[in-house]
């Protein structure tokens, strides 16, 4: 089945400094790329997803990028602020197989005022 | 418009109980999903009902079971449970099958004892 490892597993930024964080998946089939933001006590939200035949997608400080070839895609957030201090996670799914996605470990970002 | 509602949010059990966790989902969603989500397995997929019928399911033991109703309203059983269940559960509702955005409710936080 599929498998999806994120990096890294925490990370630290100063407020306005960028984030990225990566994620390889396993399965060629995979077409769907979303990342959620979970914050303490509450369940994921989808804050962009991105499809295979699209290779980057943006919107305002969030940016996806995919690259099917080595099958990893990114996630960048520019001019960070405290309130995206969170859990993100990468997921990747088929689409053959419904909604079911597999989730990467989750980076713990901090951002410090 | 009223988002995914999981209920109960927090419940104690014993080894050995059963639980039942609800999940309503967004109005006019005909898609549920599960997840199990543990500090040591992360976010892992459990199943998917769409128009009642179970579409897909993680690799979990025969404890684990749910349904769909008619209103699109979902249930998860847990059998003979064990220490290793208490986890979150979360539920997450789609408009359609096959790779499509998911919504997650807050969760139900399950503990054994």
């Known amino acids: 089945g599929e498998n999806v490892e994120q990096h890294p597993s925490t990370l630290s930024v100063q407020e306005g400094d960028s984030a990225v964080i990566k994620c390889t998946y396993s399965?060629?089939?995979?077409?769907?790329f979303p990342w959620y933001k979970q914050e303490l006590g509450k369940g994921p939200q989808l804050i962009i997803d991105?499809?295979?035949?699209?290779g980057e997608k943006k919107d305002q400080r969030i940016a996806v990028t995919l690259n099917k070839t080595a099958k990893h895609f990114s996630l960048h957030i520019t001019e960070t602020q405290p309130e995206d201090s969170a859990v993100y996670f990468c997921?990747?799914?088929?689409?053959?197989?419904?909604?079911?996605?597999?989730f990467g470990g989750g980076t713990r970002l901090m951002v410090k005022p | 418009k009223a988002g995914v509602t999981q209920t109960p949010r927090y419940l104690i059990k014993t080894r050995g109980q059963q639980v039942t966790l609800s999940c309503s989902p967004i109005s006019g969603h005909r898609s549920v999903s599960w997840y199990q989500q543990t500090p040591g397995q992360g976010l892992q997929f459990l199943f998917e009902?769409?128009?009642?019928?179970?579409?897909n399911k993680g690799n979990f033991p025969g404890r684990f079971s749910g349904r769909q109703f008619s209103n699109s309203r979902s249930e998860m059983n847990v059998s003979t449970l064990e220490l290793g269940d208490s986890a979150l559960y979360l539920c997450a509702s789609s408009s359609t099958g096959g790779a499509n955005v998911l919504t997650f409710g807050a969760g139900s936080r399950l503990t054994v004892l």
């Open positions: 991105i499809r295979s035949n699209v």
């Open positions: 009902y769409f128009s009642e019928t179970q579409r």
């Open positions: 399965d060629s089939a995979s077409n769907y």
């Open positions: 997921a990747a799914s088929t689409g053959n197989a419904g909604n079911m996605l597999t």
